[in-house]
């Protein structure tokens, strides 16, 4: 045993070794192609010194060194504002800092000085120097492009240099570089500084556009573009691929052939970029013969087609949290060879900052070999079958002593951290991504807060595995303790489900088993009491697209328990309104009924009014639902006085109705009997306040005797009778009480009103009058209506003062009743 144990050891010594001497290499190759990048325009001027001094190369690279310590420069700047004095471009400003110094330097020597190391301070320059002619900027900044751009290997690799270099020193912010198709068209092969989803609308401009991006490509020259503040004209809109204040397109010439063109963006003014325009000339001849190259390169293995090149879709692997990688497969022996390795196409933001694009996977990241996924991978890669897994970490790289590697210490996970691999089948590659392996939880920072706040939880489920992976919050759902190490067996957890509910659990692995996606269920968990909960799960199956077969499960559970009481308790309050919304339809079908029959009374009353002519209308509220109970009474009394009578009973509906009813048949009774006016309303208030004042209400009680040509009225909180007379209204003169039903102490007094031949005595209830608007209110107005109307067809009075005063009432019913002694009559007993 002790012997198999040091045989593991010793096999894990060995990989740990095997895997640091790899990372340290890679390392070291991505320093030497950093170094490539300058190690160019350094050579240079190492030669134009060893030339012009007399000194051997390594001397002339301790003058440079000198002169980047005295400077504060970097040793590849003082290097390129060297060459440019030999090879200027631009008749720009010079340098001034870097003139001078140089010129401290650079002098005429009869003894080649000895090798200088590099020197903790400043060495003093010697005597006699030679002043050469200025150091033009642009060329400095020329040769270290003709350098840096040397080492892009892909368009967008060249478009950042060529940013980076030789633009931004300048105020542009935006570079995009396009290459010309057999049949004319434009397509963007690189850019920098422009958002991706306006790359991607332009990515192919047919040459009929007159963009001017195409115009340049095609033999155009340079075409400027000038926001309106600069040239006092609008603002071009057509064509403006890059953003700034200027933009500008130039051909990319390779020889005496436009291959193409490029597009600049700058922040400054106009006149600084005209200036440059030598400069622009000298770059995209540079550009040309470079961005050449990077697209023949991707010609012997194809890049990515639509959508996978498309710069929205780059723009949505760039918002995602989690490291991907777009790859395609690099073969043995062509096209038909088995798949050795994976070329990487494209890296979001989250996969790290370190260049990638255009290198094996194996040489950025050798750790997957060492942990043993990347065989899985290729499998997956040939196969067509996707992959997931689990592995230790292959993101961090170590140099010579251990430590983590800079140049990706801004990894998504942290050294020794376990990761779950995922790769896809994606083209004629694969989609490659990974995160940190904690289960079904958020890898994001406070997900576990969230999703507990939130009353939410996540699992996942393989075949073969005894239970699902649950999150924390998951396992409090459950009532399970969310500490426990490991996997939580099915049976557990169906036991954790109410017996009435396991059926449907059952019915929901089954369909999700068999490759369906089910609506989500509600289930409840726990024993009944007040701690038991109400779940909500949701899943769906994920489906190996080579096999068909389901790969594995997942879902989130969510705590429904307040929203399942809420909704049973809006579902009895649901019922409940339903039941008084009907019975209230009932109630007032009947009330509409009874009010019909009520004060629908015949054009004619039985016994027929001897000497009178009289007209009545009832008018309904506007809102049909808001029945009230006012009423109207007309009646011949035994012996030859005649009944009139109005009223109002307060509240609306079929107690309203029922109560009008009442009153008006007591009322009818209580003068039948003999009892006049106000000895009727007596009785009838002391009946209501008996009853305990649920309902009180007002009433105009009048005896009209034809005979004795007189009226006598009584009234308990009513508006007195009008008399018409002579074409003249007024209201009679006399008490008007307090209404029934308020106080049992109240007394009414009757008051007699001689009448004479062709007076016209006019009653109506308060809805008539009692509207929102307040002019409509005052009693003056319906008098002054009535003496409007000179026709003595009361009929027409009355519908002329309904009219006049706003037809019936939105709010309230009301009733209006007339009648008139004849000039001529004769009384029959």
């Known amino acids: 045993m002790a012997d198999r144990r040091a045989s593991v050891t010793a096999r894990a010594d060995e990989t740990t070794v095997l895997r640091e001497a790899v990372d340290r290499l890679r390392a070291e190759a991505e320093g030497l192609r950093r170094a490539m990048r300058t190690r160019g325009v350094i050579e240079q001027a190492k030669g134009m010194l060893t030339e012009r001094l007399g000194c051997t190369p390594d001397e002339a690279f301790g003058h440079l060194v000198r002169l980047s310590q005295d400077t504060n420069r970097r040793v590849a700047d003082i290097a390129a504002g060297l060459v440019g004095l030999a090879a200027p471009i631009t008749d720009l400003a010079a340098d001034t800092a870097l003139q001078e110094a140089v010129e401290e330097f650079v002098r005429p020597v009869r003894h080649p000085p000895a090798p200088v190391e590099p020197a903790a301070g400043p060495v ?94 095609h033999g155009g020259g340079l075409v400027w573009e000038f926001d309106a503040q600069d040239t006092g004209g609008r603002a071009p809109e057509t064509g403006r691929i890059v953003p700034g204040r200027t933009a500008c ?40 013969g470079h961005l050449l190259r990077v697209a023949a390169a991707g010609g012997g293995e194809p890049g990515l087609v639509v959508p996978g090149g498309e710069y929205w879709f780059r723009g949505v692997l760039d918002a995602m949290f989690e490291p991907v990688l777009v790859l395609s497969v690099v073969r043995e022996g062509g096209s038909e060879g088995a798949v050795t390795d994976l070329r990487i196409r494209y890296a979001n933001a989250a996969a790290g900052s370190a260049p990638m694009i255009g290198r094996r996977l194996t040489e950025v990241f050798p750790g997957l070999v060492a942990a043993g996924p990347f065989a899985r991978i290729l499998d997956a890669a040939g196969t067509g079958a996707r992959y997931e897994g ?108 109410r017996p009435s509910d396991r059926a449907v659990v059952g019915a929901l692995v089954r369909l999700l088993l068999g490759g369906q996606r089910p609506p989500a269920v509600d289930v409840a968990v726990g024993p009944p009491g007040p701690g038991a909960r109400t779940v909500r799960i949701a899943a769906e199956a994920v489906v190996d697209p080579a096999t068909g077969r389901v790969c594995a499960v997942r879902g989130v559970l969510q705590d429904v328990t307040e929203r399942h009481r809420t909704e049973q308790v809006l579902l009895g309050v649901r019922t409940r309104l339903a039941e008084q919304q009907r019975r209230a339809a009932a109630e007032h079908r009947t009330t509409q009924a009874l009010q019909n029959a009520l004060m629908g009374a015949p054009d004619e009353p039985d016994p027929p009014l001897a000497g009178l002519d009289h007209a009545a209308r009832y008018l309904p509220a506007g809102d049909h639902r808001r029945v009230g109970g006012d009423w109207y009474d007309l009646t011949a009394l035994p012996g030859g006085p005649v009944l009139l009578a109005v009223g109002d009973v307060s509240g609306h509906g079929l107690a309203a109705a029922v109560g009008m009813s009442e009153l008006r048949y007591a009322l009818r009774g209580l003068c039948i009997v003999g009892a006049g006016p106000a000895r009727s309303l007596d009785r009838f208030n002391v009946l209501l306040c008996h009853r305990g004042g649920r309902r009180i209400a007002s009433v105009l009680c009048a005896l ?102 706003g037809g019936p009432n939105p709010a309230d019913d009301s009733c209006l009743l007339a009648v008139r002694l004849r000039a001529r009559h004769e009384v029959v007993r």
């Open 390 to 497: 689990r592995t230790e970490d292959f993101t961090r790289t170590y140099d010579r002593a251990g430590a983590d590697d800079p140049a990706r210490a801004d990894g998504p996970t942290g050294p020794g951290e376990p990761l779950t691999l995922r790769a896809v089948p994606f083209l004629d590659g694969l989609l490659l991504t990974w995160r940190a392996a904690d289960g079904a939880a958020e890898p994001a920072a406070g997900a576990g807060d969230a999703q507990r706040l939130a009353g939410v939880g996540s699992f996942a489920w393989s075949p073969g595995e005894p239970g699902p992976s649950l999150s924390p919050e998951a396992r409090l759902l459950l009532g399970l303790d969310p500490g426990r190490p490991g996997p939580v067996g099915a049976a557990e957890v169906l036991a954790r489900v």
């Open 124 to 217: 003093p320059a010697a005597p006699g120097a030679l002043r050469p002619a200025p150091v033009p900027g642009l060329a400095a900044r020329y040769h270290l492009a003709v350098s840096a751009l040397a080492a892009a290997e892909t368009p967008e690799e060249l478009a950042r240099l060529l940013h980076e270099v030789a633009l931004a020193p300048l105020g542009v912010v935006a570079v995009v570089l396009g290459l010309l198709e057999p049949d004319g068209a434009l397509t963007l092969l690189g850019s920098h500084g422009v958002e991706p989803r306006r790359v991607s609308q332009w990515r192919r401009i047919p040459p009929e556009t007159g963009v001017p991006l195409a115009t340049a490509a």
């Open 704 to 805: 009209l005797d034809p005979a004795a040509r007189t009226l006598t009225w009584s009234a308990a909180g009513h508006a007195p009778p009008a008399l018409l007379r002579g074409g003249a209204a007024a209201p009679a003169a006399g008490p008007t009480g307090t209404v029934l039903g308020a106080l049992p102490e109240s007394r009414y007094r009757d008051t007699v009103q001689p009448l004479d031949p062709g007076d016209t005595v006019l009653l109506w209830t308060d809805g008539l009058l009692n509207r929102r608007d307040a002019d409509t209110g005052r009693p003056d107005r319906l008098l002054r209506a009535a003496e409007e109307y000179p026709a003595a067809d009361l009929v027409g009075l009355l519908d002329h003062l309904a009219d006049r005063l």
């Open 249 to 288: 397109a130039v051909p990319l010439r390779s020889g005496d052939r436009i291959v193409g063109a490029m597009s600049l963006g700058w922040d400054g003014p106009p006149e600084r970029a005209r200036a440059a325009t030598r400069y622009l000339d000298a770059l995209a001849g540079l550009a040309a």
